[in-house]
């Protein structure tokens, strides 16, 4: 969601539309067409600033709430081709409100490639504490398309104690650029039903998803 350019301060947004709102191989919309929208400040100095909100629909509600997402984070380069980057995010559903909770990250980015660690002391407010690893790939066929992979690793733990749910998800598909439109076709699969969230499906465990943003 958001990109550091050391040399200068940036403001950005986008808009999007999706056939559904997956986030880590969950649907957070009970299989229905999300639009979303962020905008994005990149300080001069590597801090970074970004809000987001998306169309949701979980567990109990009854139509579309929405949820708001707010991150904060620095990144510094390593090396002309690599950087690292450490922040936190606040995910607020202004429906739900118990299920707000707070996540930290550190990670590794290069041109084609990020590496993240996440770490949720009470992940969507379930008391449940969450560690979850992802990599996400990219790989250019021509000038406009690309080929997309993610894989990621979410272990799940009652705050008080109790059994650990590992969950893997991921991702594979085709994205392609028309100038300031993003279009992305992925597959998404889990390995098992992760009940972490409050999805209306959570037993679904393959899916395709088509999205398209529009950045400015």
């Known amino acids: 969601m958001l990109c550091v350019d050391a040399a200068h301060a940036q403001l950005s947004g986008q808009i999007g539309l ?104 009470n992940y969507f407010g379930r008391h449940r504490r969450s560690t979850y690893l992802e990599f996400n790939g990219s790989r250019p066929l021509d000038e406009r398309w690309r080929l997309l992979a993610h894989l990621g690793v979410q272990q799940a733990e009652f705050t008080r104690g109790g059994d650990r749910d590992r969950t893997f998800d991921a991702s594979l598909g085709l994205g392609a650029k028309f100038e300031r439109v993003d279009v992305q076709l992925l597959w998404v699969a889990v390995n098992r039903a992760n009940y972490a969230y409050p999805s209306t499906a959570p037993d679904e465990r393959r899916r395709w998803v088509l999205s398209a943003v529009y950045a400015f």
Not at 73 to 86: F, N
Request: charged share 15%.
């Open 18 to 121: 999706a056939s559904d709102y997956v986030y880590r191989g969950v649907s957070l919309n009970d299989d229905r067409p999300a639009v979303t929208a962020a905008v994005n400040y990149d300080g001069a100095a590597g801090w970074y600033l970004g809000a987001q909100i998306g169309e949701t629909r979980l567990f109990g509600e009854r139509h579309a709430e929405p949820l708001w997402v707010a991150a904060a984070g620095y990144a510094h380069a390593l090396t002309s081709r690599l950087s690292w980057e450490v922040g936190a995010t606040y995910s607020n559903f202004t429906g739900f409100t118990f299920w707000n909770y707070a996540e930290m990250f550190v990670g590794l980015s290069a041109e084609r490639w990020s590496l993240r660690l996440y770490r949720a002391p």
